[in-house]
T-cell receptor, first 112, second 110 residues
């Protein structure tokens, strides 16, 4: 029972390159979230998906797109990476009538 | 816009000290406030608080919520080096959003 799995764990991109961060959960949760974490900034919500087929913007959506492919998977895409997107990205899920979120192990992304 | 604010941003103490971390919130239709501990990787859940004045306790950690003054505190007594981490508070916002504070970075020196 893996919980929430994110791939990749580390990535270095050049400015202007694109990439997709993958997140999969086996917890049968409806809600999924993408956050970024920068020093001194806590976790800032990029996008979230309340259920399969729906997505909504969070606090810092610019430069990102998401896809809720099915109930299990929620991907985050950077179409043209910028150095300001250097961060640690976390995927999280919520559901089953519980209020605590469950997190993936994070992706450390560096854009040079 | 709903928000969660934590203080202090960072704290350095010595083993054995007691620390108090603060979290204030402004959340429409408030339902709950949660505390997480983050060491090197993903945050892990500590407490969920929904009612004022009821202390939640786990070992040396305890937390309480004041819904009148809109804040929560996390206390850690007899701190140990293993308590060094970032402590985050969070709250559900709106129907499906979930927002976090900036975190308090605690360093416990031996």
């Amino acid at each position: 029972n893996a919980g929430v799995t994110q791939t990749p764990k580390f990535q270095v991109l050049k400015t202007g390159q694109s990439m997709t961060l993958q997140c999969a959960q086996d917890m049968n949760h409806n809600s999924m979230y993408w956050y970024r974490q920068d020093p001194g900034m806590g976790l800032r919500l990029i996008y979230y998906s309340a259920s399969e087929g729906t997505t909504d913007k969070g606090e810092v959506p610019n430069g990102y797109n998401v896809s809720r492919l099915n109930k299990r998977e929620f991907s985050l895409r950077l179409e043209s990476a910028a150095p300001s997107q250097t961060s640690v990205y976390f995927c999280a899920t919520l559901g089953g009538g519980r209020t605590e979120a469950f997190f993936g192990q994070g992706t450390r992304l560096t854009v040079v | 816009e709903d928000k969660v604010v934590q203080s202090p941003l960072s704290l350095v103490v010595h083993e054995g000290d007691t620390v108090t971390l603060n979290c204030s919130y402004e959340v429409t239709n408030f339902r709950s406030l949660l505390w997480y501990k983050q060491e090197k990787k993903a945050p892990t859940f500590l407490f969920m608080l929904t009612s004022s004045g009821i202390e939640k306790k786990s070992g040396r950690l305890s937390s309480i919520l004041d819904k009148k003054e809109l804040f929560s505190i996390l206390n850690i007594t007899a701190t140990q080096t293993g308590d060094s981490a970032v402590y985050l508070c969070a709250a559900p916002s709106g129907t499906y959003k979930y927002i976090f504070g900036t975190g308090t970075r605690l360093k416990v020196l031996a």
